[in-house]
């Protein structure tokens, strides 16, 4: 019941961030440089029987405690913040130099700064149109409603967009396959198994936010057929998949509550910090589990990830990428 009344008070206050203002449709000018976006690794999520009971496998998740959102407000943070990037290391923690929540960018000017890559990204990288206003306007839109949804910050919605697709709406599927043996130092690294003796998905990740095995794309890999223009409805199942999980595997507002791993009890670790939480929630949603050691970089997958969308966060979009642990 107070998770429904939460909804309820979210939605009201979303009246006037719904529909997307004008602005958000209108192309930029086409950024010089590429930004860095995608990742060849894939997302790698346990199998089911990795998943305690607590875990909910299926759309439909809400953050729990101090993480969890109660308002959308577009101006929530420090305004634009700095486009650089800075590498960090370790655990997620203030204390190992991660950014604090309250140094994060606002949403508006987080998603402005990053219109450039939206309307670009799937010339640049997938071979297909380009998003056009509407398609991007879908995206605003969207993140706003799944944000109210599931109590999720909208900017960590936004970050995950940009790291898997650079808010493509044509993205390919990634298909993670996970016969290979895990490798030495920082090359990707796909395990055969995990530390507690539970055995990875062949996970393929389609959509916005390569999520855990979703239906929802534009660009099926399936049924070969790529919709343009892609439908708003598809468009917000995509980032809803991403956000409140799938049949198959949790998304963001699951990792954030960090109940579901049998290795990683993460609710006492995440009451360390807010911020923390979100470094961590992304490290899982990449690769499963975080390392042993407890630091970001080390383990499985995308070595870079939680570094990464913790300069998304503070305003990262063009600089020259800091961090050189995955393949290019």
Not at 218 to 238: A, E, F, K, L, R
Request: glycine share 10%; proline share 5%; aromatic share 8%.
């Amino acid at each position: 019941m107070a998770s429904l009344l939460a909804t309820a008070v979210l939605l009201a206050s979303l009246t006037s961030a719904i529909p997307y203002p004008p602005e958000v449709a209108i192309p930029p000018t086409t950024p010089t440089v590429k930004p860095d976006f995608g990742h060849k690794s894939g997302n790698l999520m346990k199998g089911k029987s990795g998943f305690t009971t607590e875990s909910v496998l299926a759309t439909g998740g809400y953050v729990t405690g101090g993480a969890a959102v109660t308002t959308i407000n577009n101006q929530d943070g420090i305004g634009a913040g700095s486009d650089s990037y800075t590498m960090y290391w370790g655990d997620g923690s203030d204390t190992a130099g991660w950014p604090h929540k309250e140094d994060w960018v606002s949403f508006e000017d987080m998603f402005n700064n990053n219109k450039d890559i939206m309307f670009n990204s799937c010339g640049w990288s997938y071979n297909q149109a380009n998003d056009d206003g509407p398609e991007v306007g879908a995206i605003y839109d969207s993140i706003q409603q799944v944000a109210t949804e599931t109590a999720v910050d909208h900017r960590f919605i936004l970050a995950v967009i940009m790291q898997e697709s650079g808010g493509c709406v044509r993205v390919s599927v990634n298909q993670l396959v996970t016969e290979l043996e895990p490798k030495a130092d920082y090359t990707i690294k796909i395990p055969t198994s995990f530390s507690d003796g539970n055995q990875p998905d062949s996970v393929r990740n389609p959509g916005l936010m390569q999520d855990h095995d979703g239906d929802g794309t534009c660009n099926s890999d399936i049924t070969g057929q790529v919709q343009d223009p892609c439908p708003t409805g598809v468009i917000t199942q995509m980032i809803r998949e991403g956000t409140a999980g799938t049949n198959s595997g949790d998304g963001l507002a699951q990792t954030i509550n960090g109940k579901h791993f049998l290795h990683f009890q993460a609710t006492a670790e995440f009451g360390v910090t807010k911020s923390r939480a979100f470094y961590l929630a992304a490290r899982i949603y990449n690769s499963g589990s975080v390392d042993p050691s407890g630091n970001l970089e080390a383990g499985y997958a995308t070595h870079c990830y939680a570094s990464d969308i913790a300069n998304r966060l503070t305003g990262w979009v063009l600089a020259t990428k800091q961090c050189y642990l995955d393949p290019n």
